[in-house]
Protein backbone atom coordinates (compact mmCIF):
# COMPACT_ATOMS: atom_id res chain seq x y z
CA UNK A 1 0.00 0.00 0.00
CA UNK A 2 1.19 3.49 -1.06
CA UNK A 3 0.25 6.57 1.96
CA UNK A 4 0.63 10.64 0.40
CA UNK A 5 0.51 12.79 3.32
CA UNK A 6 0.22 16.56 2.47
CA UNK A 7 1.00 19.45 4.87
CA UNK A 8 1.48 23.49 3.98
CA UNK A 9 -2.20 24.72 3.62
CA UNK A 10 -3.58 27.52 5.44
CA UNK A 11 -5.21 30.76 5.48
CA UNK A 12 -2.78 33.31 3.39
CA UNK A 13 -3.84 37.18 2.27
CA UNK A 14 -3.83 38.04 -0.78
CA UNK A 15 -0.18 38.56 -2.51
CA UNK A 16 1.19 36.08 0.15
CA UNK A 17 2.68 32.56 0.15
CA UNK A 18 2.55 29.39 0.60
CA UNK A 19 4.42 25.77 0.63
CA UNK A 20 2.68 22.43 -0.03
CA UNK A 21 4.46 19.38 0.22
CA UNK A 22 3.53 15.76 -0.06
CA UNK A 23 5.57 12.80 0.74
CA UNK A 24 4.84 9.28 -0.51
CA UNK A 25 5.74 6.26 1.05
CA UNK A 26 5.26 2.71 1.42
CA UNK A 27 5.32 -0.43 -1.11
CA UNK A 28 6.60 2.21 -4.18
CA UNK A 29 8.53 0.70 -7.20
CA UNK A 30 8.72 3.88 -9.31
CA UNK A 31 7.06 7.47 -9.29
CA UNK A 32 6.71 8.39 -12.90
CA UNK A 33 4.68 11.24 -12.26
CA UNK A 34 3.43 13.15 -9.05
CA UNK A 35 1.28 16.49 -9.10
CA UNK A 36 -1.42 18.86 -7.35
CA UNK A 37 -4.94 18.97 -8.38
CA UNK A 38 -7.24 21.21 -6.53
CA UNK A 39 -11.19 21.42 -6.28
CA UNK A 40 -13.12 24.86 -5.05
CA UNK A 41 -16.20 24.13 -3.81
CA UNK A 42 -19.04 23.63 -6.52
CA UNK A 43 -16.45 22.81 -9.07
CA UNK A 44 -15.00 19.94 -10.94
CA UNK A 45 -11.15 18.45 -9.56
CA UNK A 46 -9.03 19.88 -11.80
CA UNK A 47 -4.76 19.96 -12.73
CA UNK A 48 -2.72 22.79 -11.21
CA UNK A 49 0.79 21.26 -12.03
CA UNK A 50 2.81 18.26 -12.53
CA UNK A 51 6.14 16.77 -12.69
CA UNK A 52 7.36 13.44 -14.24
CA UNK A 53 10.40 11.45 -13.02
CA UNK A 54 12.14 13.07 -15.94
CA UNK A 55 12.00 16.78 -14.53
CA UNK A 56 9.69 18.14 -17.36
CA UNK A 57 6.46 20.00 -15.45
CA UNK A 58 3.44 21.42 -16.77
CA UNK A 59 0.73 23.87 -15.08
CA UNK A 60 -2.26 25.28 -15.41
CA UNK A 61 -2.77 28.40 -17.49
CA UNK A 62 -4.33 29.51 -14.53
CA UNK A 63 -1.25 29.46 -12.39
CA UNK A 64 1.58 29.78 -14.80
CA UNK A 65 4.46 31.91 -13.43
CA UNK A 66 2.82 32.18 -10.03
CA UNK A 67 3.18 28.48 -8.91
CA UNK A 68 5.98 26.28 -9.09
CA UNK A 69 5.64 22.60 -8.37
CA UNK A 70 9.51 20.70 -7.48
CA UNK A 71 10.27 17.26 -6.20
CA UNK A 72 12.75 15.62 -4.51
CA UNK A 73 13.20 11.76 -5.60
CA UNK A 74 15.29 10.35 -2.98
CA UNK A 75 12.98 11.39 -0.66
CA UNK A 76 9.88 10.58 -2.88
CA UNK A 77 8.41 13.82 -2.26
CA UNK A 78 6.39 17.28 -4.15
CA UNK A 79 6.55 20.41 -3.54
CA UNK A 80 3.82 23.24 -4.77
CA UNK A 81 5.83 26.64 -4.53
CA UNK A 82 2.65 29.16 -4.59
CA UNK A 83 3.15 32.69 -4.98
CA UNK A 84 1.22 35.68 -5.57
CA UNK A 85 -1.81 34.19 -4.14
CA UNK A 86 -5.14 35.00 -5.06
CA UNK A 87 -9.02 34.55 -3.99
CA UNK A 88 -9.85 32.24 -6.90
CA UNK A 89 -7.08 29.92 -5.66
CA UNK A 90 -8.70 28.92 -2.52
CA UNK A 91 -9.67 25.42 -2.83
CA UNK A 92 -8.82 21.74 -1.33
CA UNK A 93 -5.13 20.28 -2.69
CA UNK A 94 -4.94 17.38 -3.31
CA UNK A 95 -1.63 15.69 -4.40
CA UNK A 96 -1.15 12.71 -6.51
CA UNK A 97 1.31 10.30 -7.42
CA UNK A 98 1.27 7.71 -10.46
CA UNK A 99 2.78 4.40 -9.99
CA UNK A 100 4.53 2.73 -12.39
CA UNK A 101 5.79 -1.16 -12.04
CA UNK A 102 7.22 -4.43 -13.73
CA UNK A 103 4.37 -5.37 -14.92
CA UNK A 104 3.88 -2.27 -17.13
CA UNK A 105 0.67 -1.59 -15.21
CA UNK A 106 0.16 1.90 -12.96
CA UNK A 107 -1.66 2.61 -10.36
CA UNK A 108 -2.81 6.54 -9.23
CA UNK A 109 -2.78 7.36 -5.28
CA UNK A 110 -4.43 10.69 -3.67
CA UNK A 111 -3.75 12.41 -0.37
CA UNK A 112 -6.43 13.38 1.85
CA UNK A 113 -6.34 16.87 0.76
CA UNK A 114 -5.34 20.06 2.26
CA UNK A 115 -7.35 23.26 2.44
CA UNK A 116 -5.89 26.49 0.81
CA UNK A 117 -7.61 29.75 1.74
CA UNK A 118 -6.75 33.24 0.02
CA UNK A 119 -8.38 35.71 2.09
CA UNK A 120 -7.71 39.04 3.70
Known amino acids: QVQLVESGGGLVQPGGSLRLSCAASGSIISINAMGWYRQAPGKERELVAQ???????NYADSVKGRFTISRDNAKNTVYLQMNSLKPEDTAVYYC??????????????WGQGTQVTVSS
Open 51 to 57: IISGGSA
Open 96 to 109: NALLGYPSGSYSDY
